[in-house]
């Protein structure tokens, strides 16, 4: 016979004048680097801590209780454990009950049902309490960090695609193997410059290694020994979201890739070679990075039998983005047509969004109209698509244009003979290999192919840019 679930108290808990202090302490003290200058508002605090900006006022009102894993996650934010004095529960009597799913994917683990010493610094980490498919990469990858104790995981795809999410729900799901976890986005507050090297490192050691003073000044070498002994110490847990924001080709610095050697900064190079020790080096934790490009030392480094893997993620299936629509209004459409409005937008959740909020605003839910329009490209959709292909060269941008041109995909040889004879073959293959790097180009078998938006939108810079006259020569 098949037993029922114990049923478990929902709590509705509410901040103490104690809690509530040491959240306006923390706050204040992280105001200048967290968006903010005198004061931290709804939405920079949203940003930090992943709650929604209602579910923050219900806090800080602290008149209407809430789910007590939001206490635990706006804490963890800001490096704070919640204790027991931090909050109450004034309505013990007439609680309602609820099924207990009582499973690492249920969301935040409160504090007490983790292992001795844990601590989860969950830094941008966003909420996915509400989560789609992915059924599929979680377990691959629940099983590479549990069983196959990989020392480096790499996440690459589009913008959009659900990298983010992704790391985030794995670190739910496993944060209990580890002592400790740290979640930090390379994403800078000011474009195109990421955070100080040693800054990051002190903060990396702060939060993994508590007893260290990482405020002493300390050379950068001491500091990545420090940092890897106590990966080597005690098991830890550490994402890194948004590595390309660190990597070559990303900074206005490095993008230029016609003709002379790029030129890395002296950050860039301490940044790779923290990839390439956290890869390589002997240490028992587990990185997980998250990247609109893969990394070049993983290019060389990842493979089955290794402790470096990495996982290209793709769009989201139909049925998985019914589901994620089926919160808003109704959608009206045929099958045929949720399946062309899918395949072209490559499932891409976030540009699936931006075409729902479209139809819902505009042709009032129905797909039919919208696909009637005949125009699948517009400016939010053209903009996600711009910070993926920003830095591209013009030998990449010729490579687009004659996957564009093509209705199937073309071997290396058909590509080499559609594309000028000014382009070398060792700078084809160079621009090939970059743009497949960076979620750009697909590989069916041995040929290369654009997913439909792409080629649209190859097909639109194509037209419009002016023409050039370039020396090609190797990057």
């Known amino acids: 016979m098949l037993q029922q679930p114990q049923p478990r108290h929902r709590k509705t808990d509410i901040l103490t004048q104690q809690g509530f202090e040491k959240l ?23 940003e930090q801590t992943g709650l929604s900006t209602h579910t923050l006022s219900k806090v800080h009102a602290r008149k209407a209780g809430v789910d007590l894993r939001t206490l635990v996650r706006y804490f963890s934010a800001f490096d704070l454990t919640l204790e027991s004095s931090d909050y109450l529960s004034p309505i013990r009597h007439g609680e309602t009950t609820e099924p207990s799913l009582a499973a690492p994917s249920d969301g935040v683990q409160v504090t007490e049902s983790l292992p001795p010493n844990n601590g989860v610094s969950w830094g941008l980490a966003p909420d996915v309490s509400v989560f789609h498919g992915r059924t599929a990469e979680l377990a691959t990858l629940q099983q590479w960090v549990v069983e196959h104790r990989c020392r480096l995981i790499a996440l690459l795809g589009m913008g959009g695609i659900g990298k983010t999410w992704l790391a985030t729900k794995l670190v739910e799901q496993v944060q209990h193997q580890f002592k400790s976890v740290v979640w930090r986005s390379l994403r800078s507050i000011t474009p195109h410059s990421p955070m100080p090297f040693s800054d990051f490192l002190d903060d990396l050691i702060r939060h993994l290694a508590p007893q260290a ?11 990545m020994r420090q940092l890897m002994d106590t990966l080597r110490r005690k098991p830890c847990l550490l994402v890194l979201d948004n590595v390309e924001s660190i990597l070559p080709g990303h900074t206005p610095q490095t993008a230029s890739r016609n003709g002379s050697t790029e030129q890395h900064s002296a950050e860039d190079q301490r940044y790779r070679e923290l990839l390439r020790q956290l890869g390589q080096g002997r240490h028992q934790s587990c990185v997980v990075l998250t990247s609109r490009m893969e990394p070049q030392p993983l290019q060389w480094m990842s493979g089955e039998n290794l402790g470096i893997r990495s996982l290209p993620i793709l769009g989201l299936q139909l049925a998985e983005i019914q589901q994620m629509w089926s919160a808003r209004r109704a959608f009206q459409g045929t099958p045929a047509e949720w399946s062309r409005l899918v395949d072209y937008y490559g499932g891409n959740p976030l540009i699936l969004s931006i075409v729902a909020t479209t139809i819902q605003c505009l042709f009032a839910g129905s797909i039919t109209e919208f696909l009637r329009q005949d125009t699948m490209m517009f400016d939010e959709i053209r903009e996600v698509l711009e910070r993926q292909l920003e830095f591209l060269s013009a030998p990449d941008k010729d490579i687009m244009g004659v996957l564009a041109s093509q209705d199937t995909p073309l071997s290396f040889s058909e590509l080499r003979s ?20 960076r979620s750009i180009v697909e590989r069916t078998s041995a040929n290369s192919c654009l997913q439909p938006l792409l080629r649209d939108y190859a097909k639109f810079f194509t037209h419009t840019k002016q023409p050039h006259d370039i020396e ?4």
């Open 418 to 437: 559609n594309i000028a004879p000014s382009i070398s073959t060792i700078v084809l293959l160079e621009a090939l290999k970059f743009l497949k790097a």
């Open 24 to 46: 306006q302490t923390a706050t204040s003290q992280t105001a200048i680097w967290n968006y903010c200058t005198k004061s931290c508002t709804l939405e920079a605090l949203s």
């Open 213 to 223: 003073n990482p405020t002493i000044p300390e050379p950068i070498g001491a500091k």
């Open 472 to 475: 090609y020569a190797p990057r």
